[in-house]
C-alpha cells in the first residue's frame, strides 16, 4: 500500500519560509517522479513544482525563484522549500507521486498572513 504522509504546513508571515515535507512509502520511492500541488479556496489545484526521478525540477512563473523542490531518496522524502511568502500562497499543499503511479498524500495547509 502506498502512503504519503505530509508535514511542515502552518502559519508564517509574508516575506517568511516553510518547508514541506513528504515522506513515502510502499514503493520504489527513487523511481517516482513527484510533485507538489496546491488548491486555494473557491480555485483549482494546480502545480507548483516537480522533480523528476533523474532530479530535474520544474515550476511555473508563480513560484519560479522562491520555491524549491528536493528528494532525498535514502529517506524516501521529498521536500518543498518556500521562501518570500505572500499571501496568495495561502493554500492546502498536497504531495503527489506522479509517476510511474500516481498517488496523493492527504494535504497540509499553509496560511501566509500577517
Known amino acids: 500500500q502506498v502512503q504519503l504522509v505530509e508535514s511542515g504546513g502552518g502559519l508564517v508571515q509574508p516575506g517568511g519560509s516553510l518547508r514541506l515535507s513528504c515522506t513515502v512509502s510502499g514503493t520504489v520511492f527513487s523511481l517516482s517522479a513527484m510533485g507538489w500541488y496546491r488548491q486555494a479556496p473557491g480555485k483549482q489545484r494546480e502545480l507548483v513544482a516537480a522533480i523528476t526521478s533523474g532530479g530535474r525540477t520544474t515550476y511555473p512563473d508563480s513560484v519560479k525563484g522562491r520555491f524549491t523542490i528536493s528528494r532525498d531518496n535514502s529517506k524516501n522524502t521529498v521536500y518543498l522549500q518556500m521562501n518570500s511568502l505572500k499571501p496568495e500562497d495561502t493554500a492546502v499543499y498536497y504531495c503527489?507521486?506522479?509517476?510511474?503511479?500516481?498517488?496523493w498524500g492527504q494535504g497540509t495547509q499553509v496560511t501566509v498572513s500577517s
Open positions: 503527489a507521486l506522479t509517476a510511474p503511479l500516481n498517488y
